[in-house]
C-alpha cells in the first residue's frame, strides 16, 4: 500500500541498517544503493547516459521482471524512472514486492510525460486514488513528439528557486513519487470509465481536484516552508557530505578483477 509522497529520492524513509536494492539505475545511481540491477547494459537507449556504479554497489545483470533474489531479500527497493519503459507491468511491480518489504517507485506523471516524453516510454501513467494507473502511450491523444525537457529538466531546475520550490511543493504534477509497503496497487490499461476518464478525457475541475486536492492556507504555508527547509537541507548536504567517486561500468569491472 502507499504511505507517502516524498520530495525525492533523497527523503526516502530507509533505515540505516537496510539492505537495498535499486532496479534499473542507469547513469544516476542512489549511493545508499547497495545493490544494482540492471537490464540493459550496453544500450542508452532507455537512458540518458552510460552506467555509474558507486564501489562499494553489487552489479548485477538481471530483468527487472524476473529478478534473481530471493523473497524478501531486501529491506527497500527503488526504482527510479524505470516502471514506464517495462514490457509488463504486472509481473515488474510483482517482482519487488516479492523481493523487498518496502520501497519507492517515481514515474513521470501524465503532464510530465507530455512535457518531456521519451520514445523509450511504453506508458503514461497517474497516481489516482493510492493506485498507480498505467495507460499505454500509443493509445492516448494528444501531441507527444515535442520534447520540452531541456527546459523543464535540465535548466529550470538549476537555475530558479521558485520553480525548485514549485517542483518539490507541487511535485505530483510532473512526478508520481510513491513511498510503499508490502504490496502496490496497480492498474493497467483500465477499461473502467472513471480511471479511463483522466487519460482520454479533457479534465474536468472536479478530476483536477481529485488529482490535485484543495489545501488550506496555513498547509499552504507550512508546505511552501517545508520546501524551502528541505532545499536548503540538500544544499548543506551536497557541500559537506563527501561521497566517493561514481564508476563507468568498465571501471567497475577492472576494480572487481583486481
Known amino acids: 500500500m502507499k504511505i507517502r509522497s516524498p520530495y525525492d529520492r533523497g ?94 517507485i517515481e514515474t513521470p506523471s501524465l503532464l510530465g510525460e507530455f512535457l518531456f516524453p ?14 498507480l494507473v498505467m495507460y499505454e502511450k500509443s493509445l492516448m491523444p494528444g501531441n507527444y513528439a515535442h520534447n520540452y525537457g531541456e527546459l523543464f529538466l535540465n535548466y529550470l531546475p538549476f537555475q530558479s528557486l521558485p520553480y525548485k520550490l514549485l517542483w518539490l511543493t507541487e511535485g505530483d504534477i510532473m512526478l508520481n513519487r510513491y513511498e510503499w509497503r508490502d504490496n502496490i496497487e496497480v492498474v493497467v490499461n483500465p477499461q473502467d470509465p472513471y480511471y479511463l476518464s483522466f487519460f482520454t478525457q479533457p479534465w474536468s475541475r472536479e478530476m483536477v481536484e481529485k488529482l490535485y486536492p484543495r489545501r488550506s492556507a496555513s498547509k499552504e504555508v507550512r508546505k511552501t516552508l517545508g520546501a524551502l527547509n528541505y532545499l536548503l537541507k540538500q544544499k548543506l548536504c551536497q557541500k559537506f557530505s563527501k561521497r566517493p567517486p561514481l564508476l563507468t561500468l568498465a571501471e567497475y569491472m577492472e576494480r572487481q578483477r583486481s
Open 118 to 131: 521519451k520514445l523509450s516510454h511504453k506508458w503514461v501513467i497517474l497516481d489516482i486514488d493510492n493506485k
Open 11 to 104: 527523503d526516502l524513509h530507509i533505515k540505516k541498517r537496510d539492505r537495498v536494492l535499486e532496479i534499473g539505475p542507469g547513469h544516476n545511481p542512489s549511493v545508499r544503493s547497495d545493490v544494482i540491477a540492471e537490464k540493459f547494459v550496453d544500450s542508452n537507449y532507455h537512458r540518458c547516459g552510460d552506467m555509474k556504479i558507486y564501489p562499494h554497489q553489487t552489479f548485477i545483470e538481471a530483468d527487472g521482471e524476473n529478478l534473481p533474489f530471493k523473497d524478501k531479500e531486501f529491506d527497500y527497493v527503488i526504482c527510479n524512472q524505470v516502471l514506464e519503459h517495462v514490457e509488463s507491468p504486472e509481473k515488474f511491480i510483482a517482482e519487488q514486492c516479492r523481493v523487498a518489504k518496502r520501497g519507492y
